[in-house]
């Protein structure tokens, strides 16, 4: 999916090298729920961190929180320390740990700093040091509908008066009505005479009024969100984004951060579990975190695709295969179909995104550290990399594809497609007259009036078929069979990056 326009704004203006003076680059934790030292790079202005829960998403920003102290006393009285996110308990008892940071602090390199908190055993050290920043952080408390919130089922009594607000001001009105697309005329956060310390969201929309007693959660959780001040180069940590927003909304909100992240030089760092979230975001801009048998992992870059098909457990294959995108997941199928039909319903295909993070999860293959069997494939025109193999051909795959098969006066690829010979021969062969091979399998589409998909699964059949040698697909065959049967994670078989033809 392409990006937004707010979001592509936001991207040309971090690869400038122009804004964020100040922001966080990176953290390590160790010795806290599960983390051992491993570093969470952030390496946009908006990082969307997705898992399982219970993988340390939420660890993640209150680490990042506690490592700064208020820009301003005054004006944000709230100072986090690590001992409000990480306390002893009955239950547990904290020491050896620590959370490394690296912060920059102006716009050439050398006004980067590396330090830490810490706690060798019976305190925290290193608070006084901290840099000053200012710090919002949102966990799902905004979400919680007001009627069940402590000491406000009282304030819904009739004989109650409001005593003084707190409206939202134009802009942030606006801002309310684009995400949640309804034209709201006011909204406020209410005191009543009796209780000034307990706000009441209420709206005015379509000539009516209705405080946040009958409200939807995800008007209520967008308010929260929005009542908060946000200088200029302020961190903002949010938790679970998307709760009680559809989809739409979700897309909007992104957006909208986009949008204040870029006028302001504002960072943040978010949790999901929302792939409109990650699709809405670049590459760059995701991180998955997961526990493999070696411990947690980072693993940035990754792309919607994969994330959403690591949350979700309803298909149930032996074997995990990782490519590149969809278009390299079909040509694989169908080399493995052109040997062993019944295999392909023993593995499910994941893209991963760039080729950076199949690298990555090469390194986790070689180390043996997923929790279940697992290969990664990375496109044919890519280097060798451990723990990975090569797809055919030397090339990107449409590139092989194509080729080979003009090479045979595409082979009956009309036939599947149902369209003449003529057509298919003028169509693809103009297509690979384009720069760039990404887009030779749309524009071809497009001529032939066809879905992309479809087109490329009968290109990928009849090369499988007619370009394919058979001792070639029966390596790959062999290499996926193998580590079925074995229920682990095999290296790599180092398949020749050529074909025979």
């Keep these: 999916m392409a990006l937004s326009k707010e979001v592509r704004l936001l991207q040309n203006k971090w690869l400038s090298g122009q804004g964020w003076p100040k922001r966080l680059e990176w953290l390590e934790i160790e010795g806290l729920r599960g983390w051992s030292g491993q570093r969470v790079d952030f390496q946009f202005p908006i990082v969307a961190l997705v898992g399982e829960n219970g993988v340390g998403k939420s660890t993640v920003l209150q680490a990042a929180a506690a490592v700064y102290q208020p820009q301003d006393e005054k004006e944000e009285p709230l100072n986090r320390f690590a001992s409000d996110f990480f306390p002893d308990t009955a239950w547990e008892c904290i020491t050896s740990a620590s959370i490394r940071f690296s912060v920059r602090q102006g716009m050439n390199s050398m006004g980067s700093s590396v330090s830490s908190i810490r706690k060798p055993s019976g305190r925290w050290r290193g608070n006084p040091e901290r840099p000053k920043r200012y710090v919002i952080y949102s966990d799902l408390a905004r979400?919680?509908?007001?009627?069940?919130?402590?000491?406000?089922?009282?304030?819904?009594?009739?004989?109650?008066?409001?005593?003084?607000?707190?409206?939202?001001?134009?802009?942030?009105?606006?801002?309310?009505?684009?995400?949640?697309?309804?034209?709201?005329?006011?909204?406020?956060?209410?005191?009543?005479?009796?209780?000034?310390?307990?706000?009441?969201?209420?709206?005015?929309?379509?000539?009516?009024?209705?405080?946040?007693?009958?409200?939807?959660?995800?008007?209520?959780?967008?308010?929260?969100?929005?009542?908060?001040?946000?200088?200029?180069?302020?961190?903002?940590?949010?938790?679970?984004?998307?709760?009680?927003?559809?989809?739409?909304?979700?897309?909007?909100?992104?957006?909208?951060?986009?949008?204040?992240?870029?006028?302001?030089?504002?960072?943040?760092?978010?949790?999901?579990?929302?792939?409109?979230?990650?699709?809405?975001?670049?590459?760059?801009?995701?991180?998955?975190?997961?526990?493999?048998?070696?411990?947690?992992?980072?693993?940035?870059?990754v792309s919607p695709e994969f994330a959403m098909t690591k949350l979700d457990d309803?298909?149930?294959?032996?074997?995990?295969?990782?490519?590149?995108?969809?278009?390299?997941?079909?040509?694989?199928?169908?080399?493995?179909?052109?040997?062993?039909?019944?295999?392909?319903?023993?593995?499910?295909?994941?893209?991963?995104?760039?080729?950076?993070?199949?690298?990555?999860?090469?390194?986790?293959?070689?180390?043996?550290?997923?929790?279940?069997?697992?290969?990664?494939?990375?496109?044919?025109d890519q280097e060798l990399a451990p723990g990975c193999d090569l797809l055919p051909g030397g090339d990107a795959p449409e590139r092989v594809v194509f080729e080979g098969l003009q090479f045979v006066d595409w082979h009956q690829v009309y036939d599947r497609v149902g369209r003449s010979p003529s057509e298919v021969i003028d169509a693809c062969s103009s297509a690979m007259t384009l720069n760039d091979h990404h887009d030779w399998v749309k524009y071809a589409a497009d001529r032939l009036v066809l879905g992309g998909d479809l087109l490329w699964q009968a290109l990928c059949y009849q090369w499988s078929q007619a370009c394919l040698d058979e001792d070639e697909a029966a390596k790959y065959v062999e290499l996926i069979q193998r580590k079925v049967d074995s229920g682990t994670s095999l290296a790599p078989l180092s398949i020749a990056r050529k074909l025979p033809f």
Aim: aromatic share 8%.
């Design 314 to 380: 309803e298909a149930h294959p032996e074997l995990d295969i990782y490519v590149e995108d969809v278009r390299s997941a079909a040509l694989l199928r169908e080399i493995i179909i052109k040997v062993d039909r019944d295999l392909v319903s023993r593995v499910q295909f994941i893209p991963f995104g760039t080729a950076s993070v199949g690298r990555a999860l090469g390194q986790m293959v070689n180390g043996n550290r997923f929790p279940r069997p697992s290969s990664v494939f990375l496109d044919g």
């Design 143 to 301: 979400v919680q509908p007001i009627p069940t919130r402590v000491g406000y089922a009282r304030l819904a009594k009739g004989q109650l008066k409001e005593a003084t607000f707190d409206p939202f001001d134009n802009k942030t009105l606006l801002r309310l009505s684009n995400i949640l697309a309804k034209k709201y005329d006011m909204a406020k956060f209410a005191m009543t005479e009796n209780d000034t310390t307990r706000a009441v969201t209420v709206f005015a929309r379509d000539g009516s009024m209705y405080s946040g007693f009958h409200q939807g959660s995800g008007e209520t959780g967008i308010a929260e969100l929005l009542k908060s001040k946000l200088p200029k180069y302020s961190i903002v940590l949010i938790d679970e984004i998307e709760a009680s927003l559809h989809p739409r909304a979700q897309r909007r909100l992104l957006r909208d951060l986009a949008q204040i992240s870029r006028e302001l030089d504002i960072q943040f760092v978010i949790t999901t579990h929302s792939p409109y979230i990650l699709s809405e975001l670049p590459p760059e801009a995701r991180i998955y975190l997961m526990d493999g048998a070696g411990g947690r992992q980072v693993i940035a870059g």
